[in-house]
């Protein structure tokens, strides 16, 4: 059927690409300590990028049997389309693999109400006045890409995911915590337990408040939180602000910007990381590769518009869903870890901040390299211990300069947030306002 269709696509069009996608998931949620929620999906669809006299045009149905009608209306939505001033995706094979687990797929709902049972159990045993929500979930999905410049790829990949969060509104006292992870493969109900019983551990400690004066100290980071002073880095290297030239780092290719304890690797084959792939958006094969080596800025991530517009070659970094276009994303965001000891980290920072939340940073100037927000999750260390949380505090520092000159140690230890393997950092010379 699909060679019938392209055949028929590339005597009408110039050129062409279709994107195919499917899936099953499943997903138990809790909510204030209850079930609220059994939610099975199937969802399927397809997309057209047809060119006709040097124009794009796009269409897309969640219905992939419609394919004619697909693409014709790609091709009447041409005319006020965007230039086709790059190639489609060529024939390429990936040479990798990449961990599939069918149990995804074939998850029970009894079983994951069983387990968020579980979870609000053991978070109930170490403090009964929290409320407790709690999500399982996961799926399987497969994908495929036709281009009329001879790529046919095909790949399947499979998901898991959980959730737990703990709040509690006290008289002038509001606390919440949270945990979340994400694997290709079903995460054993032992590792969410003990993931449940930390959070609720550390949502004791931040049930006592501690006294905090604006100044400026040394802040220990947790993954959690230094995702967000990555943020510059992850926008700077974006094609979409290269192709623009609003980055900063358009011309510091090879340029020595950061600590060279600071390594960022992109890497779309680990195998515990939940966003990698054989092929990006476009089809194109992705690559491991480093964008930060050393604190020497190493690598961008294109989709193959604007690797052609900057004069670069292709990376492999297009994402997008059937009813979007491709969009210039990271895969899995590996950070390289260092020497330091978590305790001894913590005695390093004694009076500073143990950060584990940001709230608000997404409003910040993250091409000048600003985060800034509200610190909700932080912790006042006092003998190499967080003793007790800060209220009404925030930050704003510039992470371009904190990830130059600011680094203390970085521990050996690093943790999956989402799609991102980090380590815990410790910075000195951030400024805290209260």
């Known amino acids: 059927m699909v060679g019938t269709f392209t055949n028929k696509l590339g005597t009408l069009a110039d050129a062409f690409e279709m994107f195919y996608s499917d899936g099953k998931s499943l997903r138990v949620s809790f909510e204030n300590d209850r079930l609220s929620e059994i939610r099975q999906g199937q969802s399927a669809g397809i997309s057209i990028r047809a060119v006709k006299n040097g124009k794009i045009g796009f269409s897309y149905s969640s219905k992939p049997d419609e394919t004619d009608a697909v693409a014709e209306a790609a091709l009447r939505m041409a005319p006020y389309g965007k230039a086709y001033d790059y190639d489609f995706a060529s024939g390429a094979r990936s040479e990798h693999t990449r961990p599939f687990d069918p149990a995804c797929g074939e998850l029970n709902p009894d079983k994951l109400v069983a387990i968020c049972n579980h979870v609000k159990d053991t978070i109930k045993a170490i403090d009964s006045d929290a409320l407790v929500d709690c999500t399982i979930g ?215 901040l143990y950060v584990s939340q940001m709230l608000g940073t997404f409003t910040s100037n993250f091409l000048a390299g600003q985060v800034s927000g509200n610190i909700s999750l932080g912790f006042l260390i006092r003998d190499g211990q967080r003793v007790g949380r800060v209220k009404n505090c925030a930050m704003n520092v510039n992470a371009f300069d904190l990830l130059k000159s600011n680094i203390i140690a970085i521990s050996k230890k690093r943790e999956w947030v989402g799609n991102r393997y980090l380590p815990w950092v410790l910075v000195d010379g951030v400024t805290i306002s209260a």
């Open 138 to 352: 996961g799926g399987i999905g497969k994908s495929r890409i036709v281009t009329s410049n001879e790529q046919d790829c095909e790949e399947v990949d499979s998901s898991f995911s959980f959730s737990v969060s703990l709040r509690l509104a006290e008289e002038g006292n509001f606390v919440q915590n949270y945990r979340f992870a994400m694997a290709n493969e079903v995460i054993p109900e032992e590792e969410i337990l003990t993931d449940a019983k930390e959070v609720a551990e550390e949502f004791q400690i931040a049930r006592k408040s501690e006294p905090f004066k604006k100044g400026t100290y040394p802040v220990l980071f947790a993954p959690s939180a230094f995702g967000d002073i990555l943020m510059p880095i992850g926008i700077s290297v974006n094609g979409t602000t290269i192709e623009k030239k609003i980055s900063r780092f358009v011309d510091a290719m090879g340029e020595q910007l950061f600590d060279e304890r600071l390594t960022l690797v992109d890497d779309p084959f680990h195998e515990e990381g939940a966003g990698g792939g054989l092929y990006d958006g476009e089809g194109v094969p992705t690559q491991k590769r480093a964008i930060i080596e050393k604190g020497v800025v190493n690598g961008f991530q294109h989709t193959l518009s604007t690797a052609k517009r900057c004069g670069h070659e292709p990376t492999g970094n297009a994402q997008r869903s059937v009813s979007s276009l491709p969009n210039p994303g990271m895969h899995n965001l590996v950070m390289a870890h260092g020497e330091g000891d978590l305790d001894e980290m913590l005695k390093q920072a004694e009076g500073g």
